[in-house]
């Protein structure tokens, strides 16, 4: 089996090519999934936006067909796509970088630590590129006459606010995804990393190279939504002040706090980011591990085959120096 899964491989394991697949599938796989959310991602802006108008997730959909027609729903795509696209490229291919270059510099750290820093790195890298994107989605969501897209929303935001206006979500946005990398980084990923390895050494008890490519993609699946389920509740709180900052409806988080209310900052738009978040992270997860697979590379997460032994070479080569030492020590005794 384990041939059958490197067959076709189009480069090795942490070397450029393998970063640049890893790059180009968290694009795709980000890109597309969130564009094929943008009506509920609509929806829950201006949820976020006009909770009074917009209650519940069958009615608020039928209110903005209803008053502003289909292409409601559609407002803002340009922004998921190309957006999240490049969220999605710095977020998987960075953590794959930094995922090896602290593994090597933090030899003796606990597993968690190490994918908490891999995917705070990554995660501050990706939320400077995707912020400027965010702020254009977002006003062309909740505000119909700002623009229709990216092409015509750049220039008049850049116009009327500067360089500040397109990152004046950025810290709240670090807000949302640094807990994010507590959430959506530290706990998509390491919860993802987790669960990967439960499941290979609990439920199936076998290597990952001796599954078949489609028990491997289920376990990205089972992995991605659990990963996607726990992120979603920690981070809607400061996915509610994003909205409300980009939206003018308060000028600091602060102020964004006390106006959304504690109990609002938790349950204002949760169902619908359930919704929304844990299927996406699923399928984002499930096509960026398909698209490895196709290269010839393993699906992510576990400790693979060859890390394995390679640390089991390691242990016995730093034995076999120590028992050498020793029996040297000993005879220089005797």
């Known amino acids: 089996m384990r041939g059958a899964v490197e067959e076709g491989r ?13 790059t180009a599938g968290g694009m795709l796989s980000a890109g597309t999934i969130h564009l094929a959310t943008t009506p509920f991602d609509v929806l829950k802006v201006n949820m ?41 490229g710095c977020r998987f291919g960075l953590y794959e970088y930094f995922k090896k270059f602290y593994s090597d510099v933090l030899v003796d750290q606990n597993k968690s630590v190490l994918f908490f820093v891999s995917s705070a790195s990554a995660q501050i890298f990706a939320d400077v590129a995707l912020c400027p994107f965010e702020a254009v989605k977002v006003r062309v969501q909740a505000q119909p006459t700002f623009a229709k897209g990216l092409l015509d929303g750049f220039p008049k935001l850049y116009k009327a606010e500067g360089l500040s206006g397109l990152y004046r979500g950025l810290f709240p946005l670090w807000g949302r995804n640094l807990p994010c990398s507590f959430s959506i980084s ?4 390491s919860t993802f990393e987790h669960t990967v390895d439960w499941i290979y050494s609990k439920v199936i008890q076998r290597q990952k190279e001796d599954c078949s490519r489609a028990q491997q993609l289920g376990v990205t699946c089972l992995a991605g939504y ?8 920690v981070s809607n709180p400061a996915d509610n002040v994003v909205s409300a900052l980009y939206n003018k409806r308060a000028d600091t988080v602060c102020q964004a706090v006390r106006s959304i209310g504690p109990v609002n900052l938790f349950i ?14 699923t399928f984002q997860w499930l ?5 490895k697979v196709l290269n010839g590379l393993p699906t992510s ?18 034995g076999g120096r120590d028992f050498d030492r020793v029996s040297h020590s000993n005879t220089k005794l005797r």
């Open 301 to 318: 997460g576990g400790l693979s085959r060859h890390a394995a032994e390679a640390s089991q070479a390691v242990l016995s080569d730093e």
């Open 48 to 88: 976020q936006v006009n909770p009074l108008k917009y209650r519940a997730i069958s009615s608020g959909l039928s209110t903005l067909w209803r008053e502003e027609g289909p292409s409601a729903l559609w407002r803002g795509w340009s922004g998921k796509l190309f957006g999240y696209g490049v969220q999605g």
């Open 268 to 281: 204002r738009s949760l169902p619908i980011r359930f919704m929304l978040v844990g299927p996406v992270i």
């Open 186 to 189: 530290m706990i998509m990923f």
């Open 287 to 291: 096509f960026y591990d398909t698209i």
């Open 226 to 233: 659990a990963a996607g389920a726990v992120s979603t509740f």
């Open 10 to 22: 189009v480069c090795e394991e942490f070397s450029a090519g393998y970063y640049a697949i890893c």
